[in-house]
């Protein structure tokens, strides 16, 4: 039987003349090179400009607002319009969401101060800090209280904010395995279907890694969640206050790149006295 010890086992170590000696030092202008995985025109641009005025998903006139065949008739034939970005229209939805119904509630990282984004600007002082407050840096427990919220009476509406869509997936066991079948669970006797998820998604240009994701993909392939994202403020406003009122689990998706850079070129969207929602028509998911 043959004993090994650590000490036997060991490779033989070269000297430091013999190691020093394979070692070739780099020249003056090789240390102040920086390299990278590839060669980069040096006219590159990680933000690229974006020509709002020229998109046709955004309306530039009154009457393309007006004409939009998503709005309903009578605002249609007798609207008027307003300048604004997508997350004024958010800001407006949520407004008038909390307004109509006094059982809303809207809860996440920094929502009371407005949040990084301004969406929830100015709902703190309008409705108070028992509907409208902030919540730890905590994922899975935002929308866990969601769920127990809007689950525990079917009147409950819960309106949960992730302050940025890469971050939800700490959440997404309570997303998938509890409100997505929540319903199915218990044929029918009780859901959480007065829960929507919003948070802000996609490239912007200078977000890196944990602030350019799109996650929409993992959640469009459950049963039992509607996914919603927007194009414009138009469709921001309508589909958000679909996706509050309706009874089923939403995540409401908010492309971060339109949220002021619409703004200077932004889609007249309506007065904001105006309440109106853009009907799913039974799909489940809503791209605008």
Request: glycine residues 8%; hydrophobic residues 40%.
């Amino acid at each position: 039987m043959i004993k090994a010890t650590f000490s036997s086992l060991r490779l033989p170590r070269p000297s430091g003349t013999q190691f020093l000696g394979q070692i070739t030092r780099p020249t003056r202008s090789q240390e102040t090179t920086r390299y990278y995985s590839s060669a980069v025109a040096a006219t590159a641009k990680i933000n690229k400009p974006v020509t709002f005025t020229e998109s046709s998903y955004l309306a530039q006139t009154k009457s393309q607002a007006l004409s939009n065949p998503e709005l309903p008739e009578e605002i249609q034939k007798n609207g008027t319009t307003k300048k604004m970005n997508l997350f004024q229209a958010v800001n407006d939805a949520l407004g008038i969401a909390m307004e109509t119904d006094d059982r809303a509630i809207l809860f996440g990282e920094d929502v009371a101060f407005g949040g990084v984004f301004r969406c929830s600007m100015n709902l703190l002082d309008r409705f108070g800090g028992d509907r409208v407050f902030n919540t730890p840096l905590n994922e899975l427990s935002i929308v866990g209280f969601g769920i127990g919220y809007s689950s525990h009476n079917k009147s409950n509406t819960a309106i949960a904010e992730i302050q940025f869509g890469d971050y939800v997936f700490p959440a997404f066991d309570q997303i998938v395995n509890e409100a997505a079948k929540y319903r199915y669970r218990s044929g029918s006797v009780f859901d959480c279907g007065g829960l929507t998820i919003r948070m802000p998604t996609m490239g912007v240009g200078h977000g890196a890694l944990y602030h350019s994701q799109s996650p929409e993909a993992f959640f469009s392939h459950v049963p039992g969640l509607k996914v919603v994202v927007p194009r414009g403020p138009t469709q921001a406003k309508g589909l958000l206050l679909q996706s509050i009122r309706d009874r089923n689990p939403v995540i409401f998706m908010e492309p971060k790149i339109l949220y002021r850079a619409a703004g200077m070129f932004a889609d007249p969207s309506l007065k904001f006295s105006y309440d109106y929602i853009i009907p799913s028509k039974m799909l489940t998911i809503w791209y605008s």
